[in-house]
């Protein structure tokens, strides 16, 4: 692990190497970083009892045909989460719940602040972030919040989940990891920009930002399948990340 770890904190080095920035706009990065450490992961995990509360619930669907499409999809990730806590679960169950489950919610949560920047595009604040390089550092940060946010809630002394080597893989392995799979999202965001302001309603809007982190969705479901059968799994679905980048 201590290995693992090592070789991860390189790529995190040398993703830092490749966006080259001329410049950072710390105050935009920092508060990008904060937003999905507190507000992007404390959403998710809300979100995520939802849907586990609505997989539970008996009642009809009632309403017109968006919101009854709204709790369909919201029981159907209900159901893909489940699928990976589930002791029955056969592998691919688990592959599909990690892909639809944790890969999607997990990757567009760490979106959400450049889907604000692409929508609000015309605002004098939003401009300077619209550079292909600045905008990818602004996914890389958000990535990076999230990766922090969740080793501080999810896996600290206080949640019940806590171990000395796990805390080491956290840290050095699956926070750099979330930042680098967010470049590769803020890479395909932005050239899905002009699709996404396009978008004439929120549902199409939705769609293309599903289709956003549709790839590394993917990626990360596989890297959740896989990881826990070798660390060296992981570390090859990372090189996979940066050639994807």
Known sequence: QTTTAGIHSIFFCGIRHFLRPKKILWIPAVVVCTFTAIVGLYALLWFQTIAEDAIQSNARLTGNWRIQL??????????????????????????????????????????????????????????????????????????LGFGIGEALTCYS????????????????????????????????????????????????????????????AILHGIYDTFCCFSNMVAVLLDVASLFLM
Request: glycine letters at 6%; one cysteine or more.
């Open 70 to 143: 709204s709790v369909i999809v919201v029981k159907a990730i209900g159901w893909f989460y489940r699928l990976t806590d589930a002791e029955y679960s056969s592998l691919f169950e688990k592959f599909v719940g990690f892909i639809g489950g944790v890969g999607l919610c997990e990757e567009f949560t760490k979106l959400i602040p450049l889907f604000v920047i692409v929508v609000f595009r015309k605002k004098r604040w939003a401009k300077h972030l619209l550079s292909f390089r600045s905008f990818l550092v602004m996914g890389f940060f958000s990535g």
């Open 157 to 216: 002394l206080s949640s019940g989940n806590f171990g000395f080597n796990s805390q080491i893989q956290r840290w050095f392995a699956c926070v750099p990891s979330h930042a680098i799979y967010t470049v590769i999202d803020s890479a395909i965001l932005w050239m899905l920009a002009p699709r996404l302001e396009r978008a004439s309603s929120i549902y199409k809007k939705l769609f293309v930002c599903v289709l956003t982190v549709a790839a590394m």
